[in-house]
């Protein structure tokens, strides 16, 4: 043990001694050590983190699937359910001591504190079973939580309040606790307030700040209501197991109750009926709550994991290589020491000794560089959220993780320099300068260059691919132009309108909006393009067997909707101010539709209908427009059609009457798009004072936020690859000076034999050339073959694309010769004279 | 053996060159300065050596030799005065025509031998001919001679590390040799060497000069400088006595 505390003495006054090479370790140590510690921190938080709540360990969820949030078909592998199912799994299945429901989605809230006039804000609020928390296992901060009584047909409905939303939006005034807000223009009263660190059941960005009783549903919702729809799954379900319940009998039991219960539903179609056996239930560990971020953030994550490892191994070999010259340097020194007896392991301990200190010094400002990249990591991926339940802020793990990454990284970039300098023959502390022999060390020195050449090309390729990606992701053809325009979010439903109101308001809605100075036009649909939503059902389509199973996107729109947006029209006509609520039911359908669905003859004045047979004659084609990407902007468009508000053929399905709000409005606008909100805003509340903007954004805006990740993930990329670029630079610079200083006896020689300065720089960067093109040899086809596993999150670029492969090529033949010139042009300076005075 | 002191230079005149005199030194002078302190390191040399002749340089420690020896060899160049070397004077050349002809009329042999390591002997001895861009064919029977004439053309293939000090002396002859340089400069070959390879080495010098070559040693020891024709005695950067075999 002592010799252990005079080992780490003798490392520290060696390195205070020579502090600058010490600066540069610890650097370089504090950049790989602190990339993959943010990464760690991202997933230690996201993917390993329970929910901050009672035994997260017994709480299980019943189905795997995160498809949200309103389905009306059947799911196979079952994963949201609707309430009566949910009584269903509730009522019979003993083995839960609570089974609580929730939300798929989330609602919409305009809130308004009573006696409050101010126009209603938007908050975000979550339908809850009545023992919701309970199941959870948490208790009030202030007031009480919602308990099964609340949640009874006909119970005054309450409300929780999350506690940010509490601080930040009401002060952390007590007194909210029993009063009264108004929420969609009903009064709720507050019952309480939940507990600090709790953000619900999933981790999400922005987060609830309301919960309400499942059964306050109707009243806050009013006709869009989904209580009372058995054919409408919208509910996740989470329960806690009982001790000593079994799994898979617990599982088997939830498919057959699931089976059973479709099998008695009487609205389910005659084509469904035989796929019921076939629909099944899994029970997975729900202890982190609902995983849908974590199911979207898995590849991306373990992505930047195997890259930020990337980042250290090559921060490692360049340690490694300036300790082994180093040791080069201190052979002499060790030579003597083992010509004094000492043993080989003691100087072996001695320099990992050396190693590792730097290494905790590295990982040390390591951790400072990791909590900087995870908090730009989580702003960056959820740019536009205004608050994320994820802290970069190292926790226990985290500095665990670091302490230990650091001993390892110090352990390895140690034990080979450690193990060579150790390697040394007593004797030669009395022979005379090692003339003639073959310099120690100096092939693992040029490995080390090639394998930091090679990372540095695999994370440059990579960087090349992603960032070509999200070059082509940006610049894609959406069939829509997102510049100059604002899109406004609201709900009518929030404001207390009924579908029959609704027409009051639209009949103003453009109007007022076109008058606004700096609009150009103005148009409302049920949503807009790349917002998220997505409505899709089975259609019937003329001339079409009707049980083929066809399906299509569509989305209800104003009239000057397209001129609006900036969707070209191909053949017919738009929908217009002639569509109104008498006139016949009309549709207008996108080019894929088109294409797919007529694919011989013109779809003018053919008919479709949603769902059954016997609304095949439901809609009209009128006109054809341009295809356009609404959802995923990855994914290629799929059939889509354009319906008018308000119209309503017989036979529509019932859910079609929430498709009636409009939930976007826009506004193509001349400048900026931003400037006009202000006064977008008063227009609005001029119309009606309760109908509270939820958000608005310019299109480009909301476009953009769907590469949220994409651009965090390029970027994090082209960060690494860079940092990369500067090590392997670093690292072969090293190399050289080194092999130059070195070998200046030689080159002096060489000199005054008559190697003129071009064949002296020739000799160093021949040496140079070797390492980087050997390094290309094995990088590029490492960073093909590892490109593979990138394609389903590269667009429109092969993983081979020959571009980056040579730009990146370029880029670090260029760099590296940058890097290795100045030593090689140091090498050309040497005095021949050495070659004389050489002793 | 009757020595002969030079105490003063030469008259105007009687110093030019004529066909036998290969080197023609007038009055350099190196100056070292180094923080602030000068070295004289020489001080008004003037020296003839013609072609065919077998030169040794002696002095004690410091007095200049080894700096005589890197002007004679183009690898410095004098502070001041003249330096001709077959009749062409070398002031005013550029650096890489002093690399030129350093390559193609000197020849070095140094006392820590300095072979490449990381080159065989072949090698080692080709390189001075690598240089000049002679066609490879060429090359290998210069090569071949010169180390058939050093009795090392049985090791080849061998690295430095593999030889003996007096093999790699020889090696290091064949080197200086290989590129028919008009004059072989040798500053303390046998320095790191035991008598029995020193004797060797000379020999092989001696046998060199017979055979026509241009020879300048610098070296301390008395015996070895007899095998000189001529030895100049350096004192303080000054050549302060002469005398002849
Ligand atoms: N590059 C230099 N910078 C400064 N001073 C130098 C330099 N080279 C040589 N000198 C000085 O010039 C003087 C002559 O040195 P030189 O090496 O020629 O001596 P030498 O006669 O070869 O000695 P030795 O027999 O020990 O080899 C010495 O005083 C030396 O310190
Ligand atoms: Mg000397």
Redesign the pocket.
Known sequence: MSTLFQDIRFGLRMLAKSPGFAAVVVLTLAIGIGANTAIFTLVHAVMLKSLPVGNPGELYRVGSDENCCVIGDFQDNWGIYSYDLYKQFRDHTREFSELAAFEGGRDNLAVRRAGNSEAPQPYIGEFVSGNYFQMFGIGAFLGRLINPDDDRPGAPPVAVMSYRAWQQNFGGDPGIVGSTVTINTVPCTVAGIAPAGFYGDRLESDPPHFWFPIMAEPILRGRNSLLKHPEENWLYVIGRLQPGARVATVQAKLTAQLQHWLAAQPNVEASDRPNIPKQQIALVPGGAGVQQLQYYAKDGLRLLAVLSGLVLLIACANIANLLLARAAARHGETAIRAALGAARWRMIRQMVTESVLLALLGGAAGIYVAYGVAGAIITMAFQGARYVPISAAPSNAVLGFALLLSVLTGIVFGAAPAWFNSRVDPAEALRSAGRGMVERGALTRRSLVVVQVALSAILLIGAGLLTRSLRNLEDQQFGFAPEGKLIVRINPALAGYTPEKLGALYQQLEPRLRLIPGVLSAAYSQYSPMQGANWEDSIQVEGHPPDERIYASFVRVSPHYFETIGTPLLRGRVIGEQDTPTSPAVAVVSEAFARKYFPKDDPIGRHFGLETPANVRNYEIVGVVADAKYADPHAPVHPFFFLPFLQSPKGEPDYMVRSQYAGAIELRVAGKPENLQAVVRRTLADINPDLTVLDMMSLEEQVGRQFNEERLISQLTALFGLVALILACVGLYGVTAFTVARRTNEIGIRRALGADRRSVLSLVMRGVAWQVGLGLVLGIPLALAGAKFLGSELYAVRSYDPLVVAGAAMVLIACTIVASLVPARRATKIDP?VAL?YE | MEPTTQSKPPAPGNGGTNGHTLIHLDGVT?V?F?DEVE?H?LSGIYLDIRRGEYLSIS????????????ILGLLDSPTDGKYTLNESPLEALSISDRTRIRNREIGFIFQAFNLIGDLTVYENVELPLTYRGMPGSERRQRVQEALERVGMSHRVKHYPAQLSGGQQQRVAVARALVGKPSIMLA??PTGNLDSKNGEAVMELLRDLHREGATICM?T?DPRYADFAERTVH?FD?RIVEETRA
């Open positions: 004279m005075r | 190196k070292f180094t070295t390191a002095g004690p420690s410091g007095c200049g030799k080894s700096t005589l020896l890197s500053d303390e610098v301390h350096l950067g």
